[in-house]
């Protein structure tokens, strides 16, 4: 599959040019009637609008939606309802569902908009998917459709900003996916003298601290038997989402990018300090390592079984312990109190929503003006109202929704990663090695400063010289 995939993009780079001119796709020749400043849906807008969309059917393709469940909730019911509204009104079919694997995700996209075939309209991608073949040009620039207006405040400005290459904006997303925290187990808490209501009321007064944290890791790590060996620990976690965490949390990152520029951000002092951190809670034994022979997602079960009395981990990960007897918390992960920059931060890692760039101009601006209708807030309800209706069923109490995942939302809590965007480089090349103590973090910068420092390079080449043909 690997060597299939190098194959496939390196042919992508070899017609950007050729697809750059296309206007294929089902395109269609015959103007439709539309209008710029007209109502849309009963709101005045600047965008420019259609009237009618003569029936196109809109596909929208990713790697997760099984089919369309029925309408269960108030805010489900009522959704549907818009939707079908919006395509009576404007004659359109608009649909969503899972297309490839997650694995064969980007080559899918990538031959069907190479042979100038796309079985949708619009695809989902995965951060680590969007590189190759953007820079292959097969993205449509979607800043040059006058149907979406960006700066609307339903847009993920983080996704928004992520694809802002030059002058263009090559993807976009409404979602904003709540990512990594720390879920707690309260009865665990209890049992170690800690009011499992002491996180959320820390994390509200600014105070869930690396200091805190420590404390509450020194409580929760027992060895119950009195065998000489630890039968709970504080922690459990994977090493891709424990040390990017580390960093977020004292106001540090992987790569970063300043004036459209990337930069290594490993030999910075904050990089450095939350890496000694993090580790050094390893060392004190609080955090559980992989036990031998066990599964990479150990950590999982570790936290359901109650071997573990926290886990640093992904929000859609709550399926692997959502039957759990004991009930859990979720909150942020700590910051560095000391570091005045820093607060309790979490990294999006929000998927990315493309178009191929084969499509004419017009279809394309079909497109669009369906979608920008589609990712319209269900009337009577606010995106945040959104995002509580969907998570509520899923965890345990309200203040894990209320509070940390309004937390997660709001701009000032989140930091951006760019290492998706740069070839032949990842935060396994750090995090495995000294997750599992076999190398310092001082000596994992050194080992990777001149290869990050040199993929980073290319990179920057590689994005200016896309940015001055786009």
Not at 191 to 202: Q, R
Request: hydrophobic share 35%; proline share 4%; net charge negative.
């Amino acid at each position: 599959m690997k060597a299939r995939m190098k194959k496939v993009l390196a042919m992508g780079l070899c017609v950007v040019l050729a697809v750059g001119t296309m206007t294929g796709c089902g395109g269609d020749d015959n103007k439709p009637d539309s209008a710029s400043g007209s109502p849309v849906n009963g709101k005045e807008t600047q965008k420019k609008t259609f009237t009618s969309l003569d029936g196109m059917k809109v596909r929208i393709g990713d790697w997760y939606t099984a089919e369309e469940e029925e309408a269960k909730t108030e805010y489900a019911k009522k959704t549907q309802q818009y939707r079908k509204k919006i395509m009576d009104d404007y004659k359109f079919e608009i649909s969503r569902s899972s297309v490839a694997s997650f694995a064969g995700m980007q080559e899918d996209y990538t031959n069907q908009v190479m042979a100038n075939n796309p079985k949708c309209e619009l695809y989902y991608l995965y951060q680590e998917m969007v590189n190759a073949p953007l820079m292959s040009g097969l993205m449509k620039d979607l800043s040059k459709l006058p149907e979406f207006d960006f700066t609307e405040e339903k847009w993920n400005p983080t996704v928004t900003e992520l694809m802002s290459i030059g002058k263009g904006i090559w993807g976009m997303n409404i979602e904003d996916e709540p990512r990594g925290g720390i879920f707690f187990n309260k009865r665990l808490l209890r049992e170690a003298g800690i009011d499992p209501e002491e996180p959320y009321n820390l994390q509200k007064e600014g105070k869930w601290t690396w200091d805190v944290f420590e404390e509450y890791c020194k409580k929760l790590t027992k060895d119950t038997d009195g065998d000489g060996k630890t039968d709970q620990y504080a922690l459990a976690s994977f090493n891709k989402y424990y040390l990017p965490m580390c960093a977020a949390n004292n106001n540090a990152t992987f790569v970063s990018r300043k004036d459209g520029k990337y930069e290594n951000a490993i030999k910075t002092q904050e990089f450095k300090d939350a890496m000694n951190w993090g580790v050094n809670l390893i060392q004190k034994g609080y955090v559980m390592q992989p036990p031998k022979g066990a599964a990479w997602d150990y950590y999982k079960a570790a936290f359901r079984d109650g071997e573990a009395a926290m886990q640093t981990s992904e929000v859609y990960e709550i399926s692997a312990f959502a039957m759990m007897d004991d009930e859990w918390g979720f909150v942020m992960f700590p910051f560095n109190q000391d570091n005045p920059d820093a607060t309790n931060t979490v990294i999006p890692n929000d998927n990315i929503v493309v178009m191929p760039s084969c499509f004419n101009d017009e279809k394309a601006e079909k497109i669009a003006f369906a979608y920008d209708l589609y990712t319209e807030n269900t009337p009577g309800y606010t995106k945040e109202d959104a995002v509580k209706e969907r998570y509520y069923e899923q965890f345990k109490d309200d203040r894990s929704v209320n509070e940390t995942l309004e937390m997660m939302n709001d701009q000032k809590h989140k930091t951006s990663s760019y290492v998706p965007m740069i070839n032949g480089i990842e935060t396994g090349d750090f995090c495995y090695g000294v997750y599992a103590l076999a190398v310092t973090p001082a000596k994992k910068i050194e080992e990777l400063t001149t290869k990050w420092d040199t993929k980073i390079a290319e990179a920057n080449a590689a994005y200016e010289k896309f940015a001055s043909t786009h």
